[in-house]
């Protein structure tokens, strides 16, 4: 009796054991892994709105339709492409995973010509900080963007999404005060 005991036991320890080491451990995803995988969720989807702030009419995206397209998506790398006007190309915003946590970048360079007396400036962005969630991302301005734009020093861009009701809310703040503000609608 007592060596089937002593064999049971053996078992049973045995198979614990196995079992153990059979389960694949599961990392927890972060809120910017989250927010990079909502973003890619909405890969092919336009968005489109208009800016909510500023309201003064000499600024290029005010008063006129903003049309935001999720255009590719791939593992750590969503791209937003801004049209103004509905075919005016604005800009491209690049949201992806890199060393140092999940950046924002501001790409003004593409194939669209540019209005009249406009010159692109291109490669501004920042690092998203840990205030944010897998809806919600805040991207306070690196040090290649002061570098390049000082009195951009104290930028922060927001990107949020409200997968719900179909709403990307892409905002900037200057000295924390408002500087643009732009709501869109899932079309």
Known sequence: MKTILTLSLALLLTFTACS?????????????????????????????????????????????????????????????????DGDTWHATWIVSEKEDGLHLYHDHIGEKEYPEGEEPLTGYGGFADDRGNEFAQYFPA??????????????????????????????????????????????
């Open 142 to 187: 690196d040090e290649a963007t002061a570098e390049m734009l000082p009195e951009a020093t104290t930028n922060e861009w927001r990107m949020e999404m409200d997968l719900e009701n179909g709403i990307f809310v892409y905002g900037l703040e200057r000295h924390n005060e408002p500087r643009f503000r732009a709501e869109l609608y899932l079309n």
């Open 20 to 84: 153990n080491e059979e389960e694949p451990v599961v990392e927890p995803e972060t809120p910017h892994q989250a927010f990079i995988t909502n973003l890619g969720s909405l890969c092919g989807e336009t968005f489109i709105g208009a800016s909510t702030f500023p309201d003064n009419p000499e600024n290029a995206l005010v008063d006129t339709e903003l049309r935001a397209h999720i255009s590719r998506c791939e593992e750590g790398l969503v791209q937003i492409d801004l049209y103004r």
